[in-house]
């Protein structure tokens, strides 16, 4: 079962209110509703929060070519 990587809180599957995290090596992490409000500005910074491997590299930044 899917846990929080921030809280450890097990994620029920189909529980809409989990955000789910795309990783860049094709993982879903979900993140529990209070993890969520907490890491909120970091997701609208369009960063990567915390996961299980974390600190997370940050992503280089797509350039148009
Ligand atoms: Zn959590």
Request: hydrophobic letters at 40%.
């Amino acid at each position: 079962m899917d846990t929080c990587p921030l809280c450890a809180l097990p994620h029920t599957p189909g529980d809409l209110t989990w955000s789910s995290q795309h990783e860049p090596d094709g993982t879903v992490v979900w993140i529990c509703p209070t993890c969520t409000r907490a890491q909120l500005w970091l997701i609208e910074a369009g960063m990567t929060i915390a996961t299980p491997r974390a600190p997370a590299a940050p992503e280089p930044v797509r350039r148009a070519a």
